[in-house]
């Protein structure tokens, strides 16, 4: 589909909920306001669902305090649309309901999309915040400095502030116009890589403190473990960029943070500076996302799953 034939489908709607991914961050969340923003200025009525906690950082975003956890099973909507999920996983508590619509849509950027909805428009680029801008342009609506800082936020952390590969003219020139519409970038940056409470410092220190490395240093390892996070007084939304660290060691191709979410249950997240994909390695555990940058849950002891992770990253090293 062209983004034309996908405004034109979801134009064709009255009423929306808009789904973002489960451990919410900022492209999701503000694709999602944005897109609600846009589509309440044309008339239409706009929800948001997501299972998990907005983090407090994002709180900033207009109307980011109004999703619902659950969708209720009495609510009539005339389309659902999912922003930045890659796949059910990504939104799995909510995805039953989801796909029992008949007219659903699937916005996003990650390479192993799995083009889940019925309308599927997914494209690479840095952050689906630039697909909705250019969604939000061919519904000929105004963008007002509350979307412009819908869109600036998941612009600029999906990118890392920009430090990302990921990072294309188009990306920069889409965030001057966003920064022009009212956007303020500063407080952005500062809201998203500045201001950490107390908590989150003494749980990265823990964290950074017994970092691993494999295969000639080439492999940086970090794992994040649910007694670092009690004793330290956090929650799970504050290891958001953990995984950076270790990427910033020069002699790092490959960085891997796990994070236990259960009992033998891990949360991974792979990162690369471009010799290996790392999508590649997601897939054979059923996750995905980008070639430099994609995630996936695996189920065994600590051990076990590092041993295997770092196996298939030396396969390709």
Same mark, same amino acid.
């Given at each position: ?44 009525? =706009? +929800? %948001? ?7 407090? @950082? ?5 109307? !980011?305090?109004? *999703? /619902? $956890? ?112 009212? =956007? +303020? %970038? ?7 890589? @500045? ?5 989150? !410092?003494?749980? *990265? /220190? $823990? ?111």
């Amino acid at each position: 589909m062209t983004i034309a034939e996908i405004t034109t489908e979801i134009s064709k709607a009255k009423s929306v909920l808009i789904f973002s991914h489960n451990r919410p961050d900022g492209d999701t969340v503000g694709s999602a306001t944005a897109l609600r923003l846009a589509l309440i200025k044309k008339g239409v009525r =706009a +929800d %948001l669902a997501c299972h998990y906690d907005i983090p407090e @950082k994002l709180r900033y975003i207009k109307t !980011a305090s109004e *999703y /619902s $956890k659950v969708v209720d099973k009495d609510a009539k909507y005339d389309a659902f649309i999912a922003v930045d999920c890659a796949n059910e996983y990504m939104f799995t508590e909510l995805y039953g309901k989801f796909c029992k619509h008949k007219n659903t849509f699937n916005i996003d950027h990650h390479v192993s999309n799995t083009r889940y909805a019925k309308f599927n428009y997914v494209e690479d680029s840095a952050a689906t915040c630039e697909i909705i801008y250019a969604l939000i342009k061919e519904l000929g609506v105004e963008i007002d400095n509350e979307i412009a800082t819908s869109l600036l936020t998941g612009i600029v952390t999906d990118t890392g502030a920009f430090n990302h590969s990921n990072v294309e003219d188009r990306t920069l020139l889409i965030a001057s116009e966003l920064k022009k519409a009212g =956007a +303020d %970038l500063h407080y952005i940056m500062k809201r998203n890589f @500045k201001d950490q409470p107390k908590e989150r !410092a003494i749980l *990265y /220190s $823990k964290v950074i403190s017994k970092m691993r490395f494999y295969e000639e240093d080439k492999v940086g390892v970090i794992v994040i473990s649910r007694k670092d996070i009690e004793e330290s007084g956090a929650v799970d939304n504050m290891t958001e960029g953990f995984i950076d660290y270790p990427m910033t060691v020069n002699s790092v191709e490959v960085a891997i943070s796990l994070l236990e979410t259960g009992k033998n249950r891990y949360k991974i997240s792979l990162r690369s500076k471009g010799k290996v994909d790392v999508n590649e390695i997601a897939s054979i555990y059923g996750g995905g996302g980008h070639v430099q940058a994609s995630g996936a849950l695996l189920n065994g002891y600590l051990e076990d799953i590092i041993d295997k992770l770092v196996f298939n990253v030396k396969q390709r090293l």
